[in-house]
């Protein structure tokens, strides 16, 4: 090697200033949270209601008193008259009776409650989400749609039950704060659990067969071990957008994340309602859904149910114990031969560092590019489909990676959608250069479109976070789409 000494210095000083700048541009406007995000439905209440008791979460499971529930409200609303007058206006109202207001609150008076502050404006259609209620009954599939109320398993609907605080408390919340609002009814997918293959495929053919006209399944490829990759389709439109999860096993939640979104744009789309201000129904006649929820079905089964579950048991704990002592698979995020899937790509994969040199958790670049059937799946319907935009799930950090060498107008495309997708989500970015090798970098230099690596939740695979996960995400798909739409728009 004839590099002088000091076009080398050059160089590293270049890199070291370019890389101090670039981490000060990220400081500097660095997105700020979206509003509430950050709160949750107990901290909230207690910003408003004086009661060092009543209001802590640790009670949440205790009965609520009308009283109570009235003094909640009161707070919640922000009434400006005495508690008594406002106690009075309710007992007018027929909320309940002046008598009673020493028992335990209804679930149909808590409602009664919670349409003070969102009207639902003559919307009484009960048709989608509770069995047995009938049209001209309590709204409940408005609430639930809006993501105020919870739509239990059995979907039944029981308006004498007495109702917890904390009930009482995220239905208050939720209603007063949208950016609180909670899982939209879900029907089909139930995210907030470990979220298997099984039963994944499952809710895949169950949303398939409840929304013929709008899903069609497709399987694309199969894992190393026989299980299938799925795509399923959403819409008619001629610009396609690609939106993947757990490609990394460990980053699990990904997928009913993802399924959670494919099932809430259909629902709304079937019904012609608009989710979050967003015209799904429209949207989805200008653009294409491609949700390939689970990338590493092999992977995602090691993690969630242990070696016992998977054909290569014996050789992930070999694998495991060599790397990290024990046989904690937790953290595994490759495939089941030990590769990590998101370095399988060809765009800079001769060049990578930092890679492990054998089958490893993550880091292991394989033998070759596109070894492994679930990275060569990937990449095959990529080039068949030639989606118009990207959105790989990925944990975690709640920040969003999605450069890699682009200049020009594609440099200034990609950087206007990632701060978009910034302000939505309140989601941090980043532009460092990277190391090649993933799905991510080989979409935006094969096919020149914007490719965002999406990393949600501060923690891997805690449900504790879904909540956070899903207000932030919910609209990403379809914010995404009104973007790509934009950008095509101008080249017209
Ligand atoms: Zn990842």
């Given at each position: ?16 200033l ?61 009434r ?42 003559g ?121 993947d ?11 009913p ?5 494919m ?6 789309a ?59 698979f ?12 998101n ?19 993550s880091?292991y ?24 935009m ?28 990632v701060?978009?997708?910034a ?70």
């Amino acid at each position: 090697m004839v590099y002088s000494q000091k076009s080398n210095w050059r160089l590293f000083l270049f890199i070291l200033l370019f890389n101090i700048s670039a981490f000060l541009i990220v400081q500097l406007v660095r997105f700020p949270e979206v509003s509430g995000a950050r709160q949750d439905e107990w901290s909230y209440v207690r910003g408003l209601v004086e009661s060092d008791e009543m209001w802590e979460q640790e009670h949440g499971h205790l009965p609520v008193m009308r009283y109570d529930a009235a003094q909640l409200f009161f707070a919640v609303e922000q009434r400006e008259e005495e508690f008594a007058d406002y106690l009075n206006i309710l007992v007018s109202q027929g909320v309940f009776s002046e008598e009673e207001i020493w028992r335990e609150l209804l679930r149909e008076e808590l409602y009664r409650l919670m349409e003070r502050l969102e009207p639902s404006n003559g919307n009484s259609r009960n048709e989608s989400y509770f069995l047995g209620v009938a049209d001209g009954d309590f709204p409940v599939d408005f609430y639930a749609r809006l993501g105020i109320i919870d739509v239990p398993f059995d979907r039944q609907y029981r308006p004498d039950d007495v109702v917890t605080r904390q009930e009482a408390v995220f239905v208050a919340v939720r209603a007063a704060l949208p950016a609180l609002r909670g899982n939209n009814a879900p029907v089909v997918v139930q995210p907030k659990q470990w979220y298997t293959y099984e039963t994944m495929r499952a809710d895949l053919e169950r949303l398939a067969t409840a929304y013929p006209e709008l899903l069609v399944l497709h399987v694309i490829g199969e894992s190393v071990e026989g299980r299938a990759i799925y795509a399923m389709r959403l819409g008619t439109g001629k610009t396609e957008i690609f939106l993947d999860g757990s490609n990394h096993a460990s980053e699990w939640l990904t997928t009913p994340l993802l399924m959670k979104m494919m099932e809430e744009y259909a629902h709304h789309a079937k019904y012609g309602y608009s989710f979050g201000g967003y015209d799904v129904a429209g949207l989805l006649e200008e653009v294409t859904f491609w949700f390939i929820p689970m990338v590493n079905p092999d992977g995602v089964t090691l993690v969630l149910e242990g070696p016992g579950a998977v054909e290569h048991g014996a050789f992930v704990r070999q694998v495991a114990s060599a790397h990290n002592g024990s046989e904690d698979f937790s953290d595994w995020k490759a495939n089941i031969r030990g590769v990590d899937l998101n370095r399988q790509f060809p765009t800079g994969w001769q060049g990578m560092v930092n890679v492990k040199r054998a089958a490893a958790p993550s880091h292991y670049k394989g033998i070759a590019p596109l070894s492994e059937p679930e990275a060569l799946a990937l990449f095959e319907f990529t080039l068949d489909r030639r989606p118009a935009m990207v959105l790989s799930y990925h944990q975690r950090g709640e920040i969003i990676f999605w450069y890699y060498r682009q200049d020009g107008e594609q440099l200034a495309r990609d950087w206007r959608i990632v701060r978009e997708m910034a302000t939505l989500t309140g989601y941090s970015w980043d532009f460092y250069l990277t190391n090649g090798g993933k799905y991510r970098d080989w979409v935006i230099r094969e096919l020149g479109v914007p490719a965002l690596i999406m990393e949600v939740g501060q923690r891997i695979g805690d449900l504790g976070e879904w909540d956070r996960i899903w207000r932030q995400n919910r609209y990403g798909g379809l914010r995404a789409a009104e973007l790509i739409l934009e950008e095509l728009d101008k080249k017209k």
